[in-house]
């Protein structure tokens, strides 16, 4: 295939000057592109170059590869992507992106199952996103779902649970209404169908802003009740790896003496919960409804397995 600037100026509405630039800057970027001289000639495409991947570095490569084989756990689709994304790559960085592609396994984490369920709704949500389309979606429980028809504009994932941002559209309108943004998790969806009704997002609408104001604010959610813990220093950083960003070191511990974490949860009763296990390393200091809650959880666990232990005691008498 041949052009001159000329026809590329033509058919992009810009000036020959700026259709040249724009080639020769195609061409300095790896685009297998070459001007040819004198009468007839123009820029041709290089024999049996395909540009779909060509103008990428080694390492961009090397990244998308990387990408694709970290995506999910193996599907036929999945493997016939990373054939092709191999095939595809520049000659000389394919032999990269084959030993990439073979040497890593995409499995699931240890003691969990695969909920085939969860991955399929994701794609399709994606797949709406791509074309522009609203989803009708049944979210809930069986006898309270909610039948809603919403514009994807995000999927994300938090640990082994993903979440979609998505919105309502105006009245009357194909936009998103930013003001009714709401977060939902993908497995609590019991039906998902992307419907043919188009569905855009709102003008200047920034995904990466948006996901980070949603965690923000889950996370100060998650954090409303602090507690103030005492724990042996050997244990501080097992402690603060357990609660993330829910937790922070208050006052380090004199050398073989305990040191002070800050950690926060939704409620004094989840926080209770989440502490119970490190009863042997970590004692709270403060507030005393976090204390209480651990009381009243100690009581129930006592009162439980205090009255299966009589019973078989009797049971060996």
Known sequence: MQITAAELAAELEVSVPTARRDLEALAMAGVPIYPTRGRGGGWRLIGGARTDLTGLTEGEVTALVIAVTQSSSPSAERTAAIRKLVQAAPAPFREGAQLVAAATVRDLPWGERDDGRTRSAVAELQR??????????????????????????LVGSRGANWYLLAAPCLPGETTADEDRLRTYR?????????????????????????????????ERLRGEVRAIVRVQPWAVKALCDRFGVQAAPREPGAEGGSALVEVGAQSADALAEQLAGWADVAEVIEPDDVRRALRRLGERLLARYADEGDAAGSAIR
């Open 128 to 153: 709406a996103i791509a074309r522009r389309r609203l989803v009708w979606l049944v979210y809930g429980s069986a006898s309270a779902g909610e039948h809603l028809d919403l514009v994807p504009l």
């Open 186 to 218: 993908v497995d609590r969806m019991r039906e998902l169908h992307a419907i043919e009704e188009p569905g855009a997002a709102p003008a200047g609408f920034d995904p990466a802003e948006a996901w980070t104001r949603m965690t923000e604010r889950v």
